[in-house]
DNA sequence: CTAATAAACTGATTATAGTCATAAATGAGA
DNA sequence: TCTCATTTATGACTATAATCAGTTTATTAG
């Protein structure tokens, strides 16, 4: 009933506020292991080639204890993988060019993303499946901060945007952030997903972000620059 | 290597251009009993608990046929609810408002298809989390056929829009009815993944689709109607 | 009709994800 | 130091999705 997550502070010396104790650093040692051990062998053989077994061998654990760590292979794969996505989207972030559209910043935020799943699109294709009805649900907290940094990285670029007076007062960046993402992932799942083309797609991803940051509506008839083609 | 899908124009009269036979009528109803007997089994127990043995044995077949119809567990789902699905969309274009902006003629359109998800959630989830990945990707007919359904409806509507002359010309109405396909379909991910309550979820819809159709972009000083709180 | 061919079916079998009773390791208290 | 309680580890075991070699059934040709 205790909590006692290694806390330890035990007799004297115990001045930096969490040392780990033996147990926990042994935990995290197999943790490192596991997630070295399913990720070298994800990538060589793939998702479902990869039995569970073949990962406790390499990780030089009991089978059993695989479990420990992950409630299911698929758990195992986001494991793996979702500390590399947020460090894929924390670069695109930090790399933002300071100029040009909002377009364009979103094509830059969104390719760094595109790029990494590029890297192995079968495997990108079995961790989408998982990531996208897991990434919204509770428990799962690293893909929780993956949608947390995305999310607020867009939010903050319009919220730019609204302060330099070239996006709509009115606009919720939060709510106009997951639309935007929901444009690039729908359009991620369909290149994943085969038939269409890297270059394509990434015409299509563009075409289809300039829509969502236009709008819909007819500019209720001032004949302005913007009008094309009656 | 022959094809012969039950063609059959034996003898005298086979006026009727194609005309089943035993072999295919067979399979017809084999495939149906399937269906009903997994539609049955996975409402009742869910997707989890239900052992393909005994979709089989309430099926009246054996193990191994089951899988002559659907490749695995998971396409046995798609296959007995993308019907529903399909129906559900159809009926929602079907009996579409003439009146009403926009939004309330998309809002109309997805309400549909959540009431519809709404029914057994746990069941929805596993749905969605099979067609997210699937319906895009090539070898399955009825997704397909439900996602060029919702794509030409929403487009259809957005034409009709343009014809008005409500909607901006320069807009294709396919990729527009992506993006908000797109928005509808993680919001509704997001609702069946727990956390957020059924009212919550449609206003939280309303609110990104009404961005979605507006767009971002700050109308370039026209001091106009239209623009909202400076 | 009968034979030959092809398609559809079958359930015993296999592969593997995940469980669970038991054992080992750790840390706290004395 | 030696208990004792708690956490962590283990691998034999279980459940079940999916396969496949062998069988049955339908169709076509003669």
Redesign the interface.
């Known amino acids: 009933m205790k909590q006692s997550s290694g806390v330890r502070a035990k007799g004297s010396r115990a001045q930096s506020p969490v040392e780990p104790g033996r147990r926990e650093r042994n935990k995290q040692e197999k943790r490192a292991r596991i997630i070295a051990a399913a990720r070298e062998l994800f990538g060589s053989q793939g998702f479902a080639d990869t039995t569970t077994q073949k990962i406790a061998e390499k990780a030089d654990i009991g089978t059993g204890t695989l479990f420990l760590y992950a409630k299911s292979k698929e758990e195992l794969l986001v494991m793996v993988f979702s500390g590399d996505m947020l460090e894929q989207a924390q670069n695109a972030f930090r790399h933002l060019p300071a100029s040009g559209s909002?377009v364009d910043k979103l094509m830059h935020v969104f390719r760094y993303m595109i790029e990494y799943h590029d890297q192995d699109k079968e495997l990108a294709?079995a961790l989408?499946?998982e990531v996208?009805?897991?990434?919204?649900?509770?428990p799962r907290r690293d893909l929780a901060r993956l949608m947390h940094c995305i999310y607020s990285g867009i939010g903050d670029i319009?919220a730019a945007?609204q302060a330099a007076?070239?996006?709509?007062?009115?606009?919720?960046p939060q709510?106009?952030a997951?639309?935007l993402?929901?444009?690039y992932?729908?359009?991620l799942?369909?290149w994943?997903?085969?038939?269409i083309s890297k270059p394509r797609f990434l015409k299509?991803l563009r075409?289809?972000l300039a829509?969502?940051?236009?709008?819909?509506?007819?500019?209720?008839k001032?004949p302005?620059k913007?009008a094309?083609?009656?």
């Open positions: 909002l294709k989408l499946k996208t009805v897991l990434a919204t649900s509770g319009l945007g007076g070239t996006i709509r007062q009115g606009v919720d709510l106009a997951e639309n993402f929901a444009i992932y729908l359009t799942l369909n994943i997903s085969g038939e299509r075409a289809k829509i969502g940051v236009e709008g819909l509506i007819e500019p209720a001032t302005q913007s094309r083609r009656t």
